[in-house]
């Protein structure tokens, strides 16, 4: 499955983003799905992830409450919705899949996820 972010830019500190990251395939039903980030500097981290059916989420505890993540998935494609920007969460926003398909437990671990977009980038001003 290839995977395609998009959906990136500059917005002030405060605003709003959606990206999405849409799918090549219809397999993309199969697989939870994850969003993560790589600020300058700094190593790939977890945001935000959501099971196969759409049932469970998980969220690091630093967008809980401002980030939603969604899915559709007729149209392949999962959404992060980023509300109340900070500068802090600017980086580069990548999607991926789980390597298992039909997973139980949704996983934050980078490990678990395989198919790398290519990432869009966001940038919050302060």
């Known amino acids: 499955v290839q995977l395609q972010a998009s959906g990136g830019g500059l917005v002030q500190a405060g605003g709003s983003l959606r990206l999405s990251c849409a799918a090549s395939e219809r397999t993309f039903s199969r697989y939870d799905m994850g969003w993560f980030r790589q600020a300058p500097g700094k190593e790939r981290e977890f945001v935000a992830a959501?099971?196969?059916?759409?049932?469970?989420?998980y969220y690091t505890d630093s967008v809980k409450g401002r980030f939603t993540i969604s899915r559709d998935n007729a149209k392949n494609t999962v959404y992060l919705q980023m509300n109340s920007l900070k500068p802090e969460d600017t980086a580069v926003y990548y999607c991926?899949?789980?390597?298992?398909?039909?997973?139980?437990?949704?996983?934050?671990?980078?490990?678990?996820?395989?198919?790398w977009g290519q990432g869009t980038l966001v940038t919050v001003s302060s």
């Open positions: 991926a899949h789980s390597t298992g398909s039909y997973r139980v437990v949704v996983t934050p671990r980078i490990q678990d996820y395989e198919s």
């Open positions: 959501i099971g196969w059916n759409g049932g469970r989420t």
